[in-house]
């Protein structure tokens, strides 16, 4: 027993990770289902660290220095409950079982509980940055009991990312399920971010006129400002990508259906549970959907739109300044949504998230890593309890700033007929929020209407309903 840690489950997340436990100097027991794998990733890699190859899941454990730390990279599901029912029974208390795939929270809840009641230590570890960050710092973040991060922290904090300062992209998110949660909801704010990139992309394309060339060199200016960040910069790679085959701009030679996994649906499904408005990342998850409908997007194509209106390059490049600030306001406020969305989790499951420590291990390694979480940061160091990002001061001026353009350009996409759910939906959000009145005072009227489902006044307590049918006095509830 001389391994430090064991990773089972080697395709690419599994055999990077292992690669980057060993390259710090960790010995590495690894295990895979079908051993060709790991022999292989022995023979590759044998190099650049020390791994010990286990065929069976006994020859694994043994393999183990205790307590022994046990990571399963495998695919989401039913598989890691496989894998569980195969290793737990090997184990003993105070053994840790880790598990880096991409659970659904309520499954790792689950699974938590059931193997704590063996002495079992189940950590249920969100990780963030596909196969490159899996190899060379991923976002690491891990729940489970506070006592398993004592001994596992350090080690992930060796492999994981390190922010600008210096600072590793890991912390003990929570108990139980508070990591898989907070991947989850990184990864709906993920698909709201690439959503608005692409609304951004379509109004340089279609209203201001651009070419796919001239729009990754605005996108590459945006990243030398407030928007740098992994996903600004890419778009600029893949739009000034041109394909081989044909010629043409890469991006018009891909079929527009957009494909998605399944941890987007989950944060609005969860949202929706918890009774909070993420609605600029459910637009992200239907306009997926909605790309997706191949014969109903047929089938409408002869549909009415508006004549189209051709901008002057003075105004193409005004336009563009514009576009910018839109983005720039949506996407505060999709962080708001979700970290209003990971407030109400921990809430709900009681983990006390630390939401300052949650931005601040997203600023490396994952796929919304960007200069702007250092802000979010910020924001919860000056008050941890902060209601909403938009209390935050210097938030709430920057969207004052922009919301002249972030109008204009909500404007010039609906005369021209672009859509544009995601800069919508955030403005419809932040006008909803500031609003002295709403028009549910009305929704309750009509409720109270049809369903006496009764209504609070403003000037009184309790709860009323009006006697519709009847002479329309008012009667306490
Ligand atoms: P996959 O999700 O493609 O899973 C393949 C691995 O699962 C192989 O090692 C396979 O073993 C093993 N496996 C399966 Br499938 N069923 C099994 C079973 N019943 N018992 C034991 N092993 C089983 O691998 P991946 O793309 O490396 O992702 C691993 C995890 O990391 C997933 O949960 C994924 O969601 C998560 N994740 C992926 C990314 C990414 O960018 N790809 C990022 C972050 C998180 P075999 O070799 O014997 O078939």
Not at 352 to 378: E, H, K, Q, T
Not at 390 to 414: G, K, P
Request: hydrophobic content about 40%; proline content about 4%; aromatic content about 8%.
């Amino acid at each position: 027993s001389s391994a430090q840690i064991g990773v089972t489950g080697l395709a690419v997340m599994g055999r990077n990770l292992a690669r980057n436990f060993a390259r710090n100097g960790y010995a590495v027991a690894v295990h895979n289902r079908t051993p060709a794998r790991t022999h292989t990733l022995v023979e590759e890699f044998g190099h650049e660290g020390t791994f010990v190859a286990a065929e069976t899941a006994k020859e694994f454990v043994a393999a183990l220095e205790r307590p022994r730390r046990l990571v399963i990279m495998v695919k989401a599901g039913e598989p890691t409950d496989a894998v569980i029912e195969e290793f737990a029974p090997l184990l003993e208390p105070g053994d840790m079982i880790i598990d880096g795939g991409n659970a659904h929270f309520a499954d790792t809840r689950r699974r938590e509980k059931a193997l704590r009641e063996q002495g079992i230590h189940f950590v249920g570890m969100g990780v963030s940055g596909g196969e490159e960050g899996a190899l060379h710092g991923p976002s690491i973040m891990p729940g489970g009991p506070r006592e398993s991060y004592d001994s596992l922290g350090p080690m992930l904090e060796k492999i994981s990312a390190k922010a600008k300062d210096g600072s590793p992209c890991v912390t003990h998110v929570g108990p139980d399920g508070a990591g898989h949660f907070v991947k989850m909801v990184h990864n709906g704010i993920e698909y709201a971010d690439m959503q608005l990139i692409g609304e951004a992309y379509q109004l340089l394309r279609d209203v201001a006129g651009y070419t796919p060339a001239q729009i990754a060199e605005i996108f590459r200016t945006w990243n030398t400002g407030r928007l740098d960040s992994y996903l600004i910069e890419i778009t600029a790679e893949v739009l000034s990508h041109v394909d081989a085959a044909t010629g043409k701009p890469f991006v018009d030679v891909v079929v527009d259906q957009a494909e998605q996994k399944g941890t987007g649906r989950w944060t609005v499904q969860i949202a929706l549970d918890l009774g909070v408005p993420v609605s600029g990342i459910a637009e992200a998850v239907f306009a997926r959907s909605l790309s997706g409908h191949a014969a109903l997007r047929e089938a409408s194509r002869g549909l009415a739109g508006p004549k189209a209106t051709p901008m002057s390059e003075a105004e193409a490049a005004a336009f563009a300044d514009r576009v910018e600030q839109a983005l720039y306001a949506s996407k505060i406020v999709s962080y708001t949504q979700g970290f209003h969305e990971v407030a109400a989790g921990s809430e709900e499951y009681g983990w006390n998230i630390d939401l300052g420590a949650v931005s601040a291990i997203w600023r490396g390694g994952c796929i919304i890593r960007a200069a702007f979480l250092d802000r979010i940061r910020a924001a919860y160091d000056a008050r941890a309890d902060l209601p909403s990002l938009l209390s935050d001061e210097t938030f709430a001026r920057e969207i004052a700033d922009a919301q002249d353009d972030w109008r204009e350009v909500l404007i010039a996409a609906t005369r021209q007929g672009v859509p544009t759910p995601g800069f919508a939906a955030a403005l419809a959000y932040y006008d909803a929020l500031r609003a002295e009145r709403l028009p549910a005072a009305l929704t309750q009227g009509q409720r109270d209407y049809f369903g006496a489902h009764t209504y609070r006044r403003t000037d009184r307590d309790g709860s009323f309903h009006t006697l519709w049918g009847g002479d329309r006095s008012e009667v306490s509830a």
